[in-house]
């Protein structure tokens, strides 16, 4: 489990365990995690955790955030990372953490929506059964999205608002992810030499549906689907 602790001019004041998805850091009363000093900006910069991984975003703040006495605008936390915002120092804590990056991974994964005219042709979701859904079914408005865990574009988030998204490197498909009418989204491969790999297994070339948490591994990149 992830924690900050907290210091104000090396003095430990706070420890916050990181709780799923996003919290605020900032002045301003409400924040997840207020630090309470002039040097800091009302909304200073915000957390991404989604299962070991926690990501720091700054928000276009006065005096900027640090990371390691490195001012950055987006980072991958990692175990013994230490954030500067002002005068408080933040120490990340979670012996869990996997390292972010790595030769191994591709450097080229493009992430990115299918224009209006490829959309027109998505892959065909799986066939419903009997079984599969009543057919008053409620549908499932929550919103998805995709965070890339590891590879080029780590730490980036991706809201599936497109009716197909496609995924894959530079002029090669290598899946998509597309909603059908019960609001879930399937992943279905591009092609069945390379297919992506959900939790550890390949994905039936028919497509599967993807829950909350789900790890896909696609062209090189690691990534987390989320729910909300």
């Given at each position: 489990m992830?924690k900050?602790?907290?210091?104000?001019?090396?003095?430990?004041?706070?420890?916050?365990v990181?709780?799923?998805g996003?919290?605020?850091?900032?002045?301003?009363?409400?924040?997840?995690?207020?630090?309470?000093?002039?040097?800091?900006s009302?909304?200073?910069?915000?957390?991404?955790?989604?299962?070991?991984?926690s990501?720091?975003?700054d928000?276009?703040?006065?005096?900027?955030?640090?990371?390691?006495?490195?001012?950055?605008s987006?980072?991958?936390?990692?175990n013994?990372?230490?954030?500067?915002?002002?005068k408080?120092?933040?120490?990340y804590?979670?012996?869990?953490?996997?390292?972010?990056?790595?030769?191994?991974?591709a450097?080229t994964?493009?992430?990115?929506?299918?224009?209006?005219?490829?959309?027109?042709?998505?892959?065909?979701?799986?066939a419903a059964?009997?079984t599969?859904?009543?057919?008053a079914?409620?549908r499932d408005?929550?919103?998805?999205?995709?965070?890339v865990?590891?590879?080029?574009?780590?730490?980036?988030?991706?809201?599936?608002?497109?009716?197909?998204?496609?995924?894959?490197r530079?002029g090669?498909?290598?899946?998509?992810i597309?909603?059908?009418?019960?609001?879930?989204y399937?992943?279905?491969?591009?092609?069945e030499?390379?297919?992506?790999?959900?939790?550890?297994?390949p994905?039936?070339?028919?497509?599967?549906?993807?829950?909350?948490g789900?790890?896909?591994?696609?062209?090189?990149?690691?990534?987390?689907?989320?729910?909300k």
């Amino acid at each position: 489990m992830a924690k900050l602790i907290i210091k104000f001019e090396d003095v430990v004041i706070d420890q916050v365990v990181l709780k799923q998805g996003d919290m605020s850091i900032g002045r301003r009363p409400g924040s997840d995690i207020v630090l309470d000093n002039l040097s800091v900006s009302g909304n200073h910069a915000s957390l991404f955790t989604i299962g070991e991984d926690s990501f720091i975003q700054d928000l276009n703040s006065t005096n900027g955030t640090f990371v390691n006495n490195k001012k950055i605008s987006k980072h991958h936390l990692i175990n013994g990372d230490a954030v500067g915002i002002g005068k408080h120092s933040l120490l990340y804590v979670n012996e869990n953490a996997a390292l972010p990056g790595g030769d191994s991974l591709a450097k080229t994964v493009i992430i990115t929506p299918l224009k209006h005219e490829e959309a027109a042709h998505p892959a065909s979701p799986p066939a419903a059964t009997p079984t599969a859904a009543p057919a008053a079914a409620v549908r499932d408005n929550r919103q998805g999205a995709i965070f890339v865990l590891s590879g080029a574009s780590s730490g980036k988030r991706i809201e599936l608002t497109k009716a197909v998204t496609n995924l894959g490197r530079a002029g090669k498909m290598a899946a998509t992810i597309s909603r059908n009418v019960r609001g879930a989204y399937i992943l279905t491969p591009g092609s069945e030499a390379d297919r992506p790999v959900l939790n550890g297994k390949p994905v039936a070339l028919r497509g599967e549906e993807l829950k909350n948490g789900d790890i896909i591994e696609i062209a090189g990149s690691r990534m987390q689907f989320h729910l909300k």
